[in-house]
């Protein structure tokens, strides 16, 4: 057998169809999913200041399990509000304290959940979620739709806006903001795609290679890589020299 990793392969959605581990018990209706996301505003000047203002929570059904909105105890530097739609006359209105948020959330997850979303252990860490104790596994999207690039010769990873673009036919309106209900509803829609297409090699191939050749929509870290003082995480832009962990 030829190594997957050779030039001469062609790109390959990765993980291969599996029949085994959360995906299966998800696609099988044995595990309960839920879509989790959150937003953060900024609490500092660099990139990993941050905290949880807004909690999302979708069902396999698409319906809204939990829309939180979270005081932060710290001082907002900016509430980011061009990416994140958040506002403090929002926070101050309907935020409470992330113990509170984190509380009930935990009410709503049954022990055998499985959490879906795009780099949904990040999302986990902000809230202080642990498996087994708040949940069973986590199926992050950026993993399940990584495409191999046979000219790179490494894995490329893209955003939920671009794989939604791509495999949805979706595409987020100029100037609309994120939000953790909104992503959420994506992020369980782009699960049930990739479900319907699994196992035909055919469309999965035409998928990978247009999420390689489409052209991407420019982020709001690179647009900004400065926003009222705050340095948004773009690698190559990248303003305040705070490590990146992934």
């Not at 958040?86 to 009410?107: F, K, N, S, V």
């Not at 990739?194 to 050749?213: E, I, K, N, Y």
Request: net charge negative; hydrophobic share 40%.
């Amino acid at each position: 057998d030829a190594c997957r990793f050779s030039h001469e392969q062609p790109a390959t959605m990765w993980p291969p169809v599996q029949d085994d581990g959360p995906l299966a018990a998800v696609e099988t209706g044995q595990a309960p999913v839920f879509a989790l996301d959150v937003e953060c505003v900024a609490t500092g000047h660099k990139h990993h200041d941050r905290t949880v203002a807004q909690i999302g929570l979708v069902d396999s059904q698409l319906r809204v399990v939990l829309n939180l909105y979270v005081k932060p105890k710290a001082e907002v530097v900016s509430y980011l509000t061009p990416l994140t739609g958040l506002t403090e006359d929002l926070l101050e209105e309907r935020g409470m304290p992330l113990e509170d948020a984190t509380e009930i959330l935990r009410q709503h997850l049954p022990p055998a959940a499985v959490l879906v979303g795009t780099s949904i252990g990040t999302d986990a860490t902000w809230l202080g979620l642990q498996s087994p104790d708040d949940f069973a596994s986590l199926l992050d999207l950026s993993a399940l739709f990584r495409v191999w690039d046979p000219a790179k010769r490494r894995y490329m990873y893209f955003s939920q806006d671009h794989y939604a673009k791509v495999w949805l036919a979706l595409t987020r309106p100029q100037g609309q903001s994120h939000d953790a209900v909104g992503d959420s509803i994506i992020s369980m829609r782009l699960l049930h795609e990739f479900f319907r297409v699994r196992r035909d090699p055919a469309r999965l191939a035409s998928l990978q290679q247009m999420v390689l050749r489409n052209p991407r929509e420019p982020s709001f870290a690179m647009l900004h890589p400065l926003f009222e003082g705050v340095c948004m995480g773009n690698r190559k832009l990248c303003q305040c020299g705070a490590p990146f962990f992934s």
